[in-house]
């Protein structure tokens, strides 16, 4: 068994590294130039294998880039999300939302929706306080929300 057929090269590649191999073309281009050798045409076995080459090397840089796809990235940020709700549970829509990092002083405001739902996302890790305020109603303050890197925390204010 020859090793052309060892690799299981499909038909044109196969014949192109049979040729490649038996007219010995695995060597500088200069000793090709003069090759004699019958049924071996070595400038148009060097263009094959140029071609083919080029060929793999897109099919690498490809399947590179599918290993590489965004679902395995890292992420450095944290999220809080949640809803405010009233006493018996129902959402609250228009609530101010602010979510302060205590060690840099940074300030995040949100509204909450229709749903009284509200996200704070791309948050730095850090020690939070949550605050929700609506007029009329007693504010809500939650201290000591730790946050760690890529932790989705959920907080459920009720005024």
């Known amino acids: 068994m020859s090793l052309v057929n060892l690799l299981g090269l499909p038909g044109a590649a196969a014949s192109t590294w049979q040729g490649i191999l038996s007219c010995g073309i695995i060597r500088p281009s200069a000793s090709i130039a003069g090759s004699s ?8 076995m060097e263009r094959d ?3 083919k080459t080029a060929g793999i090397f897109a099919s690498l840089l490809l399947l590179t ?6 679902g395995y990235a890292q992420t450095i940020h ?9 006493i018996a549970g129902s959402p609250f829509p228009n609530v101010q939302v602010s979510a302060v990092n205590l060690e840099t002083g940074d300030i995040r405001r949100a509204v909450s ?6 996200t704070f996302s ?6 939070y306080r949550l605050e929700a305020e609506m007029a009329g109603f007693r504010k809500y303050v939650e201290t000591g929300i730790i946050l760690q890197v890529g932790q989705n925390q959920r907080v459920t204010p009720r005024l």
């Open 49 to 51: 294998f140029d071609m």
């Open 78 to 86: 944290a999220t809080i999300r949640g809803q405010v709700t009233g």
């Open 122 to 127: 791309v948050l730095s890790p850090g020690s």
């Open 37 to 44: 050798e019958a049924g071996c045409d070595p400038d148009q």
């Open 113 to 118: 929706g229709s749903d009284g739902e509200f």
């Open 65 to 70: 880039g599918l290993y590489s796809a965004p």
